[in-house]
């Protein structure tokens, strides 16, 4: 059997501006503080997710990733899982036509076979109706796991002439219902004081500058996503070169293979 091709001739469109990544971390303990069930907590932070998704465009952010559920989050009591998956369908409902309205585009990236019925049903109705929104892209991550999708996209590689990172890229989009193009994430943040990274985005994260910060995401702000963005642009990223001022001459492969002679 002829192995089937992925191509990756055309390099698929970027979308404009650059790629912020969110770990929402923080609910429990936002409602645990005020003696309140986590429940309230989750809700809180779907009012969170409406003000950085407001925000983000202003600030230069063309995608931005939202880990919402993780596919570890399913080892969650069943009353609070069940709530969530209630919470992620209702949020999408109601912001489905603000979304249309601003030209948020949304995707729900991850697994598609373990939700409910009626979540799958908000998910493809959002989708198809904000498709061709272009103030930002808007990637839910929703029962997801980056080693498993690592894993899946590996699968496919033995059927697939795929050789390059890049082509390996378009396969882990594909296996995660993604959109080819989005570029790779240049700024990480996790709320709530965790430094960890929980199985979230790890190729496409590569080289994202990361931010954490102790403030809990329902309390995340219009003004910290400012703030993260100002920390990000005062660094400087290698990507394994030198810093800007100790280059001379560019050091590309052919010219070090030119030395080497
Ligand atoms: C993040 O908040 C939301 C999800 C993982 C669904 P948590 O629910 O993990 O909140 P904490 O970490 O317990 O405070
Ligand atoms: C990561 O938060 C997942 C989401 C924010 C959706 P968790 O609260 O599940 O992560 P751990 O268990 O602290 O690593
Ligand atoms: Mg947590």
């Known amino acids: 059997m002829p192995s089937e091709e992925l191509d ?3 390099s698929p469109k970027q979308d404009a501006g650059f790629h912020v990544a969110i770990i929402m971390d923080g609910n429990g303990r936002w409602a645990r503080r005020r003696g309140r069930p986590r429940y309230e907590g989750h809700r ?3 009012h969170a997710v409406r003000r950085v998704v407001e925000t983000a465009p202003s600030l230069g952010v063309g995608t931005l990733t939202l880990y919402a559920f993780s596919a ?3 080892r969650r009591p069943v009353h609070e899982v069940q709530q969530l998956m209630w919470l992620f369908q209702r949020h999408l409902r109601s912001e489905r036509t603000r979304c249309v309205r601003e030209g948020v585009r949304v995707n729900v990236i991850g697994r598609r076979d373990r939700l409910p ?5 908000e998910i493809d109705s959002i989708e198809s109706r904000t498709r061709l929104g272009r103030t930002l892209h808007l990637r839910l991550a929703i029962d997801y796991s980056s080693r498993d999708a690592l894993l899946a996209a590996a699968a496919h590689l033995d059927r697939r002439s795929v050789r390059t990172r890049e082509g390996f890229r378009l396969l882990i989009d594909r296996v995660t219902h993604a959109p080819r193009g989005t570029r790779d994430v240049d700024l990480l943040v996790r709320t709530g004081g965790e430094k960890r990274l929980s199985d979230f985005l790890l190729w496409e994260s590569a080289y994202a500058e990361i931010v954490f910060t102790q403030r809990l995401w329902p309390d995340f702000s219009a003004e910290d996503l400012a703030s993260a963005i100002t920390d990000f642009r005062g660094r400087e990223r290698r990507f394994g070169g030198l810093p800007a001022a100790d280059v001379s001459e560019p050091r590309t492969p052919s010219r070090l293979a030119e030395g080497g002679r």
Request: no cysteine.
């Open 72 to 74: 570890d989050n399913w």
């Open 8 to 10: 990756v001739s055309h």
């Open 44 to 46: 809180a932070g779907a």
């Open 117 to 121: 019925p009626a979540l799958l049903q």
